[in-house]
């Protein structure tokens, strides 16, 4: 691996953090990783226990002169690098008390430990090669992951396989590059044809795979932020009892009233293991009332740009147009039956007064979720930055394909290798690196 190993030889100061929640509990585990780390254990545990092993000890704030008794603690040297940055670095698990671990911290400024910045512990573990950005995003997903999918979304590429997929993709297209080096040093008259004509087979294949990689649906970036599904449709229809039935509480107002709604009110639910954010929205209808125009305005906007749109309509009243692409449903099957069909297209039947139709609509949206965010093959993009670097190298190797001189085809094709090697962190990501950790929590 290149230059993100490029701070290999670099010993970093030690650092320090609480690496589990700083709220009060039965056990807190203080995290330190660095050079010197070794000294400051000493410093407050005595002698360094095994390598890798829970060890119960006293923590002093000396502990050579038995100064300062700050709690009894299980410790875990770890020397690097075999370690989760790579570096030398220990746990201290502590009871979780607020006072012992203010003291435990003073002991280790004192010792030569600073507080760590946020995602620091895996920014270190990058730079010694120990994880590749992917990977490093994946275990920051993890952590945010609340719903199925994005565990499993998550912990995939913390262990690699979309970083797997993007350094085959370089690899291979270092392949080419060797190759097409050779190519250039060959007299013109001596140009074996066939071995031009693979290679261009190979920069199309591999440009076929990413233009496949990038027509996934948005899966990954859905599944990583969530679906949002709008529930749009005339005044009184029902959308603000059924956002409630969905959020299992009072989430919207509720009103015989024509126009209750007005602003647009959102709640986040788990459907068939995906987080979905419902939203809720003003009666849309003819009106002049500014405010409430507002509110029709801000309604059509979601229902242009949400991931699926519930058309809601009560069955009493005359029946609205059918939004495009949205998914019809009538309530109040009670007062009236629901039509099969409106404008020739099927329509589900509820009741949200009697619960009638509600399993199957709601059968029906985990459905359209799981339909939203499955696919097969290998793992999806999961980020905008993943689509940016896959795109700029696609549209290289499309620039190499349409070039006729072989001369020219290897700045595009290095180009293209540079995208690549910006996914994974390899080259030339100094500039995003404070981002990317910097959305990390203290301690991770
Ligand atoms: N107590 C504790 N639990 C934890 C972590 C931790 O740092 N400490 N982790 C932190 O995120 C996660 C587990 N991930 C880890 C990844 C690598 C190594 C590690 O030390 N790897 C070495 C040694 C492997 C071995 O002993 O077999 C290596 O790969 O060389 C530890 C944890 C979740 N649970
Ligand atoms: N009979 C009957 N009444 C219902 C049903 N579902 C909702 N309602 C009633 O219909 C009225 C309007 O419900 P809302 O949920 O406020 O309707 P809305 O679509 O949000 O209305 P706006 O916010 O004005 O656009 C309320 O009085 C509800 O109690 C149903 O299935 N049957
Ligand atoms: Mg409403």
């Not at 050079?35 to 000890?57: E, K, M, V």
């Not at 003291?103 to 010694?128: I, S």
Request: charged letters at 25%; a negative charge; glycine letters at 8%.
């Amino acid at each position: 691996m290149p230059s993100n190993a490029s701070a290999h030889h670099h010993a970093l100061p030690p650092v320090f953090a609480l690496a589990t929640g700083s709220g009060r509990g039965a056990i807190a585990i203080m995290r330190v990783s660095g050079a010197g780390s070794d000294h400051i254990l000493r410093n407050l545990a005595g002698q360094l226990p095994a390598p890798r092993r829970a060890s119960f000890r006293k923590i002093w704030r000396n502990a050579a002169q038995q100064e300062d008794h700050l709690d009894d603690a299980v410790v875990i040297w770890s020397p690097g690098p075999n370690s989760y940055t790579g570096e030398d670095s220990f746990e201290l698990h502590l009871h979780a008390g607020p006072a012992i671990i203010s003291a435990v911290a003073d002991a280790l400024v004192a010792a030569g430990a600073r507080p760590a910045e946020p995602g620091e512990f895996t920014r270190r573990a990058f730079m010694h090669g120990r994880v590749d950005l992917t990977e490093a995003e994946g275990i920051a997903d993890l952590i945010e992951a609340e719903t199925e999918a994005q565990r499993k979304q998550a912990l995939a590429q913390a262990d690699g396989a979309l970083g797997a997929l993007y350094k085959n993709w370089a690899n291979r297209l270092r392949g080419v590059l060797a190759q097409q080096e050779a190519l250039i040093d060959f007299p013109d008259e001596e140009l074996p044809p066939e071995v031009e004509a693979a290679l261009l087979g190979e920069i199309a294949a591999l440009n076929n795979e990413i233009r496949h990689h990038l027509a996934d649906g948005e899966r990954g970036e859905r599944i990583r932020r969530g679906l949002v599904f709008s529930i749009a449709g005339p005044p009184n229809a029902g959308k603000s009892s059924l956002l409630n039935l969905l959020a299992e509480r009072d989430a919207a107002i509720v009103s015989p009233i024509a126009g209750t709604t007005r602003d647009t009110i959102e709640i986040t639910t788990i459907l068939a293991g995906v987080k979905v954010t419902f939203v809720d929205t003003a009666g849309l209808r003819e009106t002049s009332d500014p405010i409430e125009a507002e509110g029709v305005r801000r309604a059509m906007f979601h229902v242009e740009h949400s991931d699926f749109v519930l058309q809601l309509f009560p069955s009493d009243q005359p029946y609205p147009e059918p939004l495009p692409h949205a998914l019809l449903v009538c309530n109040k099957t009670d007062l009236a039956p629901a039509p099969a069909t409106l404008s020739l297209q099927p329509v589900l039947g509820i009741s949200l007064q009697t619960g009638d139709g509600v399993p199957e609509l709601r059968k029906r949206l985990e459905s359209e979720a799981l339909k939203l965010t499955q696919g097969s093959g290998p793992p999806p993009l999961t980020r905008a930055r993943h689509r940016a670097a896959a795109e700029a190298a696609s549209a290289s190797l499309e620039a190499a394909l349409s070039m006729d001189w072989p001369e020219m085809r290897g700045e595009e094709l290095r180009l293209a290798m540079r995208a690549l090697g910006r996914l994974t962190g390899e080259v030339g990501v100094e500039d995003i690196l404070d981002t990317i950790f910097g959305q990390f929590c203290i301690g991770k």
